[in-house]
């Protein structure tokens, strides 16, 4: 699909609890993102229990797909079963050796931890020296916790990325052992991807689609790797392309940006939640939740200093606390019901007064799975948003999926109506 | 580790999304865990990209692993570029036939998607025709969406169970794949784990490593799978065992129970989640939230029915919301701080009267990155619950991690302190 050099990568995250479903794996994700952005495609993402023939399994079926870089993550800890230095040392078919520095440097950090930690004095000496066993010929890479990452040139076969499990540690260690000279000798092989990720609200995937294939029957898109993607109820659009396809990459966007433009609300990678943080500087915003229980109020204070923006919240769940602490006149819930665009408004007036906001939101809804009827189904939502000074902005859709899709539908239509109603 | 049968699997995902990181695979998990629950052991979890030689070399990779079982997820849809099907016939030696019934399957659910839909009547008839297809000798399952899935027997290698990839329709095709002849004659050699599931609040993971290190050294525990893993900020310990190891399992849970009681809060299963639900029956409770934004009330309106216990929530991210909507004395903030153990109380105190609650909890704390300070630095968090007739129980612990971890972490504090002051 592209001129520049292919350099093909494999993950290998391991841990039994990604086996047995307890956990979901956050790291393999986190790396195929980063190793992208240097232009590297990922061919192929294992779990692995902790076992060392499954370790060991991996890594020869990544070397028989020829790939050029491999990325573990775990089993660098200090107990026996502990094993992937080892595994990836006989893999690249290498020694391990005592690295002095790091056994010195890992004791430093060990007696830090030794209040909190399982072992004896003479454990603590046998854990220390097994981390500090370096395959010869490896990088290491100074811990972010307790254990070394580790660069490992594995001969005529892929080069290995040896990363601790916790994500915390992982994404400390990456930008240094990406530093290290077996690592750059392979990402300046790569030729990095440009491209851009463009956000729609609003548009079925299947319009994309249509556009996508309209588009291809005038102009060759096969340089472009495209990749739409629904995520948190928006759909995202990935173009990705090597130097050179810069033109037909153009091309594709402004048509995109042409034909869907009223639901085309990112095209520089912000997302709806830092564009409502911009739009909402200088003034404050209040909140009247009903069936989102508060989950928009904990959204838009997902971020830091949002409290000068965000004045607060109010979850009326019942009739009282919305007659109660939001002012909705009673008579209005009698007459149109509590879920109704008219309660929404009230709610969203309340928010403002009750506030001293300038802008306000409220949201009443039918999230189920009891509750529907066939006037107001389960996923009919009313989101109104107002400002002190009278301008106003409503949906009432009836929203698919069950009841945590329904709330989480509920926030994000929210959160792009006071979008619209700032840009407006 | 065990006397039965051991039946392995492996699970293949397909999407290059996985793999660029724009998305997190769900599948994965899911099915470990239902592959668990049959006691079947998950050795392998890939994600490939779209690939045809992608999945193949997954597949065959895992039958050099000599699984028993392949769940593949994905790949099923009518474009050209949907190739599961033809690989698993080609893996499993066998031809592609027309199932003629589940064409029309086929053509009577396509006929009600046919306005979302971006084929014309031809292409309808092929992409019909080619989801019709199926390896011979495959059982199939009948479509959630509109692919249907399949379980191939792979001759001498294992068996090949294929679904469509979205979640949703996966999830509901599950149990009707493992009905199938070709699951049924793999799962019956499978013995089902049996196990218990620990759930503890407020321990550290070391100190349960210690447990199981001193328990182990009078009990062999080589019959049992024990896997810990700290989720949502609880220990979840998980122990399974094969038939005839139950008395060991119930000595080791005892054993826990005995030097962790205090911090031991479900063996049955239950979530905390369930448990403060089933102890809110019968009453209500009104919630004031400062740092935790609103995410209290979203936790707790997250199960239906919820309403008849959950009177309502004030986010009071300002002194003045404090003060106006929750009667919090102007004085005490002064006197106190906004963060501090008798401003939670003021909060929980007046949760309690402005909704005509019977319980009350206030949350009010540093979530950082700024506005730390030396006495209270990011992450100290003051939680308070109260009732209606004067019973209170408070912590106000220094948190560990980043803004999201603080909230997280004081949402789950929230929940336990809620259970306790129930349960006493």
């Known amino acids: 699909m592209n001129s520049g050099e292919h350099v093909r990568a494999g993950i290998v995250v391991t841990g039994t609890e990604l086996l047995t479903g307890l956990l979901a794996d956050r790291n393999g994700p986190w790396v195929a993102q980063q190793l992208g952005a240097h232009g590297v495609e990922v061919a192929h993402l294992l779990c692995v ?52 520095a790091m056994e010195q440097q890992i004791a430093a950090i060990l007696a830090r931890f030794t209040h909190l930690s399982r072992f004896g004095p003479e454990a603590l000496r046998a854990a220390n020296h097994k981390q500090a066993m370096v395959p010869e010929g490896a990088a290491t890479v100074d811990p972010a916790g307790t254990a070394p990452g580790l660069v490992v040139p594995a001969g005529s076969g892929p080069t290995v990325i040896v990363l601790p499990g916790p994500p915390r540690e992982l994404q400390a260690m990456w930008e240094p052992a990406l530093a290290t000279g077996p690592a750059r000798a392979v990402l300046e092989r790569a030729q990095p ?6 956000r729609l609200f ?26 739409t993607c629904l995520r948190r109820f928006e759909l995202e659009v990935d173009v990705r392309h090597r130097p050179g396809a ?67 919240g109010i979850v009326s769940y019942s009739d009282a606390a919305k007659i109660e602490l939001l002012d909705v006149p009673s008579g209005l819930i009698e007459r149109h019901g509590a879920v109704s665009p008219q309660v929404a408004r ?57 009841r945590t899709d329904v709330r989480e539908r509920s926030v994000t239509l929210a959160m792009h109506l006071i979008r619209q109603l700032l840009t407006r």
């Open 49 to 100: 229990g902790d076992r060392p023939e499954d370790l060991d399994s991996a890594l020869r079926f990544l070397a028989d797909q020829r790939v050029d870089l491999i990325v573990t993550s775990g089993g660098l800890g200090p107990t026996a079963d502990d094993l992937t230095a080892e595994i990836v040392a006989r893999f690249a078919g290498v020694e391990l050796c005592l690295d002095e």
């Open 202 to 227: 609003g548009l079925p995937e299947s319009e994309i689609a249509e556009t996508l294939r309209q588009v291809g029957a005038d102009v060759d898109l096969s340089p472009l790797e495209i990749t």
């Open 346 to 402: 009230a709610m969203a007036d309340g928010a403002v007064q009750h506030f001293g906001a300038e802008i306000g939101c409220g949201i009443t809804g039918v999230a189920g799975p009891g509750g529907g009827s066939e006037a107001k189904p389960v996923g009919y939502v009313c989101v109104c948003v107002t400002t002190a000074d009278g301008a106003v902005l409503a949906r009432d859709p009836v929203l698919p999926g069950d």
């Open 246 to 312: 810069e033109p037909v990459c153009k091309t594709l966007v402004s048509e995109i940006a042409r034909r869907h433009g009223r639901y085309l609300f990112s095209s520089d990678g912000s997302s709806i939640d830092d564009q409502v943080a911009a739009l909402l500087a200088g003034r404050r915003i209040g909140l009247a939740e009903s069936c989102t229980g508060g989950l928009l109020a904990g959204r838009l204070t997902e971020r830091a200093g949002s409290s000068a923006y965000v004045a607060g």
């Open 193 to 198: 991807y440009s491209g851009v990720l463009l």
